[in-house]
DNA sequence: CTACAGGTATAACCAACGACGATAGCCACT
DNA sequence: AGTGGCTATCGTCGTTGGTTATACCTGTAG
């Protein structure tokens, strides 16, 4: 396998646009259309397909992409390690949903960017896993039901779920709820089909009572704004704070989330094996 | 980086030659060595250095020609799983001393050796380590002093001492010796340097009695044969089977020496994962 | 339906890299 | 001093990969 038409595919893989990643590369587009021709003939096979107006990576395209970056990625490291110079390349953090903004602040903020760039990559569930398995993202943070086998998942901490009430309300004094006290409000939830949904649908089944909906929004972010804004009250995530001027209970019977730190097996370089600890020492501290 | 030339780099490292690497390349020996001097340029630092007559791999030398296996492994791999072929690459297990006959026997044995060719590897301790490290080797077996930090390393099995005397031998009916017992025979030892004989010199120092040379034998069979040959009596590791005509007395007192499975962390093929867990199970069992 | 926009695929041409044979240099051994 | 085995460099030539030009596809807008 000639490795510079494999590392030529890879950094097609990632626009799947032959036009945008030639530019990228400093090359032609036809330059790179032929390196791509030639690493499928290679494989002797197809290694992406039309779809109407796109493109999209087959099993074995996804494959050799992944074996592609993690390569690219071992080698500048390697290369660095070295020439002497300290490991410099970029660190990638995926992660879905509110981590980010609830679990990760603290880490992020005590990494040391100046010596390994932090690239952050906002996505869901399986799009952070995905990432992970396809070597776009060096680490990834999920909740619940998450890692597979291929990967290694590292627990950091468990999560239940909270009620954002106004102060005034009649429930604003309980010290936890349960489903049956909210079935008379209106809430403030996720669409259908988020997991965080998909949940309290859940809950309020087997508890049966029925969830009215006040407003779906998406995001945590979102949600609270609404519940401050009196639209209805907000089930929500125990890691998210409770804003100003509102208050939070505990709700009971809701199944605590974990979330896991996942993570290709194989290895890892300076900078992420620094973001890992940081991780899992901040997450689980806080 | 250029990964053809530092493939080209890793096949002259192997052999430390680059005519005969470059006859195995099936290329001329200075397009090989164009090959390697560019790569060295663009690195940045000398891969390699004259010592007399021959040439010795530098630091950055050796990482770079780890990396190169390694990378050729996994494409290897890679290029078989994308292509729907099942797995073919050889596994090669290294191992020092008397663990190749006493303790992997059954795991070589039941090793599908027709699905995946079987490479075998013997090296002492270091050695053994070294070749983990460098990649030239996927699995290995080395006793006690073996695995540093950057290797994974599984215990197999812990292992004690036990001294062969031929029947008529005042001390063979006892169940059980202690250095002093010995200090009026002639030994059957390991030639000095070598851990075993490091071991019983240590042991017989800290007990006051003095360890009587018989003979220097390098390797357990050779030790076996020459106390079988009533040359003197030989203290040798448990696993060694007692010999028909002779019987074996444990030694108390002798450190009991643990043996390793070490391994590069990384991502292993199915071939390798097979070995290891046949290892792993046979040695334990047996 | 036609025209257009954005991107993919192929062709013809040219520059650069890599392989080769020849050969000089180095080291150990006789 | 001479020889064998190997490393290192040079000039030459073929293959590979890059470039521009252009045809082709597919969805969208007039």
Same mark, same amino acid.
């Given at each position: 396998?000639?490795?510079?038409?494999?590392?030529?595919?890879?950094?097609?893989?990632?626009?799947?646009?032959?036009?945008?990643?030639?530019?990228?590369?400093?090359?032609?587009?036809?330059?790179?259309?032929?390196?791509?021709?030639?690493?499928?003939?290679?494989?002797?096979?197809?290694?992406?397909?039309?779809?109407?107006?796109?493109?999209?990576?087959?099993?074995?395209?996804?494959?050799?992409?992944?074996?592609?970056?993690?390569?690219?990625?071992?080698?500048?490291?390697?290369?660095?390690?070295?020439?002497?110079?300290?490991?410099?390349?970029?660190?990638?953090?995926?992660?879905?949903?509110? !981590?980010? #903004?609830?679990?990760? *602040?603290? &880490?992020?903020?005590?990494?040391?960017?100046?010596?390994? =760039? /932090? @690239?952050?990559?906002?996505?869901?569930?399986?799009?952070?896993?995905?990432?992970?398995?396809?070597?776009? !993202?060096? #680490?990834?943070?999920? *909740?619940? &039901?998450?890692?597979?086998?291929?990967?290694?998942?590292? =627990? /950091? @901490?468990?999560?239940?779920?909270?009620?954002?009430?106004?102060?005034?309300?009649?429930?604003?004094?309980?010290?936890? #709820?349960?489903?049956?006290?909210?079935?008379?409000?209106?809430?403030?939830?996720?669409?259908?089909?988020?997991?965080?949904?998909?949940?309290?649908?859940?809950?309020?089944?087997?508890?049966?009572?029925?969830?009215?909906?006040?407003?779906?929004?998406?995001?945590?972010?979102?949600?609270?704004?609404?519940?401050?804004?009196?639209?209805?009250?907000?089930?929500?995530?125990?890691?998210?704070?409770?804003?100003?001027?509102?208050?939070?209970?505990?709700?009971?019977?809701?199944?605590?989330?974990?979330?896991?730190?996942?993570?290709?097996?194989?290895?890892?370089?300076?900078?992420?094996?620094?973001?890992?600890?940081?991780?899992?020492?901040?997450?689980?501290?806080?």
């Amino acid at each position: 396998m000639n490795y510079e038409r494999l590392f030529a595919f890879t950094a097609f893989a990632d626009p799947m646009n032959f036009t945008r990643a030639a530019r990228q590369l400093h090359i032609s587009q036809p330059a790179l259309h032929v390196q791509v021709r030639k690493l499928a003939e290679e494989v002797g096979r197809p290694l992406y397909r039309r779809s109407g107006k796109s493109l999209v990576l087959t099993a074995e395209g996804k494959a050799l992409a992944a074996f592609g970056r993690e390569v690219q990625d071992r080698g500048r490291s390697v290369l660095e390690e070295v020439r002497g110079q300290s490991s410099t390349g970029p660190v990638t953090v995926a992660s879905g949903e509110g !981590a980010f #903004l609830y679990l990760l *602040g603290p &880490a992020i903020r005590r990494f040391p960017k100046e010596r390994w =760039p /932090l @690239r952050l990559l906002t996505a869901s569930g399986p799009e952070t896993v995905e990432a992970i398995r396809e070597s776009r !993202a060096h #680490l990834g943070v999920v *909740g619940a &039901a998450g890692a597979p086998q291929d990967l290694a998942a590292t =627990p /950091l @901490r468990t999560i239940g779920q909270k009620v954002l009430l106004p102060p005034g309300h009649r429930l604003a004094r309980r010290r936890k #709820l349960r489903p049956a006290d909210l079935s008379a409000d209106r809430l403030v939830v996720a669409p259908a089909g988020r997991p965080h949904r998909a949940m309290l649908d859940q809950l309020f089944r087997s508890a049966g009572c029925a969830l009215q909906v006040a407003v779906e929004a998406s995001g945590w972010e979102l949600m609270i704004h609404f519940a401050r804004l009196g639209v209805g009250i907000a089930v929500v995530n125990d890691f998210c704070p409770v804003p100003r001027g509102m208050v939070g209970v505990r709700l009971m019977g809701a199944p605590d989330v974990t979330y896991y730190l996942v993570e290709r097996d194989g290895i890892a370089g300076p900078g992420v094996k620094a973001m890992r600890q940081l991780i899992v020492d901040t997450v689980r501290a806080g």
